[in-house]
Nanobody, 115 residues
Framework: QVQLVESGGGLVQAGGSLRLSCAASGRNISSYTVGWFRQAPGKEREFVTALYRSTTYSESVKGRFTISVDNAKNTVYLQMNSLKPEDTAVYYC???????????WGQGTQVTVSS
């Protein structure tokens, strides 16, 4: 079992940047798929990005967001640049065994982008 704790959310103006962190404990995440999802008010949770052997991004964040992993710190990051009001959501990190879906989720961190 992997425990995940996100941090780094907050309020930022449109065009600004934030970096989210997701600290993992319990197991080393280097062999897991790691991903970020988000859920805006009144909407379903949606995929943002994932990393295993390669990275995948949703079209809405491609070119603006970057996922990375520091294996020494067992931490996943999401660098978010050129933020837009539509990026406002609770952001969740997740891990999973490749091919089996995401099994471990963090509690989420709020990101609010003002116009």
């Amino acid at each position: 079992q992997v425990q995940l704790v996100e941090s780094g959310g907050g309020l930022v103006q449109a065009g600004g940047s934030l970096r989210l962190s997701c600290a993992a404990s319990g197991r080393n995440i280097s062999s897991y798929t790691v991903g970020w999802f988000r859920q805006a008010p009144g909407k379903e949770r949606e995929f943002v990005t994932a990393l295993y052997r390669s990275t995948t991004y949703s079209e809405s964040v491609k070119g603006r967001f970057t996922i990375s992993v520091d294996n020494a710190k067992n931490t996943v990051y999401l660098q978010m640049n050129s933020l837009k009001p539509e990026d406002t959501a609770v952001y969740y990190c997740a891990t999973g065994i490749p091919g089996r879906g995401y099994e471990n989720w963090g509690q989420g961190t709020q990101v609010t982008v003002s116009s």
